[in-house]
């Protein structure tokens, strides 16, 4: 009796986290809010992993296990983007984000964008896992274009 007691609290414990991650209590407002809270979440995770990288180029110690890794980790996290940036948020004057209104009606473009990303952290760690270094910086080039190529295009210029 006690064990179906304990169970039926974590049955109930995980639904409720479960219906809360689904908004359905939430206004549209709220909804937006979180929306541009998770996608600057993904970006700020992708570029804790491009940091390291980014270091090595300007000439810390090369490791090209961390190069490797952390390109492998962008190309999955690149996988989220277009559904991160899918919902339109731009009716709501009071949350901040620099994401041009441009990204509600180019979704096929965003794709596209996130696409070339993914290849071009692929080709990256491809090329750390060789253990080459001026092959590996070499692929960065493309890799943090892919970053700058969507930023030009759809996110207000913050430099
Ligand atoms: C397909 C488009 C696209 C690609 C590719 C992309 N970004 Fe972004 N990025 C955006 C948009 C749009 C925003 C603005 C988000 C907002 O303010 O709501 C953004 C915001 C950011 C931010 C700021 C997040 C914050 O907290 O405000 C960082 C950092 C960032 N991107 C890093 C990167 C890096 C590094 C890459 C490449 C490895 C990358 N992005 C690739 C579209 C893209």
Not at 42 to 67: C, H, K, S, W
Request: contains cysteine; charged residues 20%; aromatic residues 6%.
């Amino acid at each position: 009796m006690r064990k179906i007691v304990v169970l039926f609290s974590i049955l109930t414990a995980v639904a409720s986290v479960i219906s809360g991650s689904v908004a359905q209590d939430m206004s549209p407002e709220e909804q937006a809010a979180a929306a541009v809270a998770q996608r600057k979440a993904l970006f700020q995770t992708i570029v804790y992993n491009i940091r390291p990288i980014g270091a090595m180029a300007q000439g810390a110690p090369f490791d090209a296990e961390v190069a490797a890794r952390n390109g492998r980790r962008i190309a999955v996290m690149a996988t989220m983007i277009p559904e991160m940036l899918a919902l339109d948020t731009s009716d709501f004057d009071n949350i901040e984000t620099t994401a041009l209104d441009s990204i509600w009606d180019n979704q096929d473009d965003i794709a596209e964008m996130a696409q070339a990303l993914i290849d071009n952290a692929n080709a990256f760690s491809e090329a750390a896992e060789t253990g080459d270094m001026g092959a590996t910086l070499g692929a960065f080039r493309g890799l943090g274009g892919s970053c700058g190529n969507c930023h030009d295009t759809y996110r207000i210029d913050t430099d």
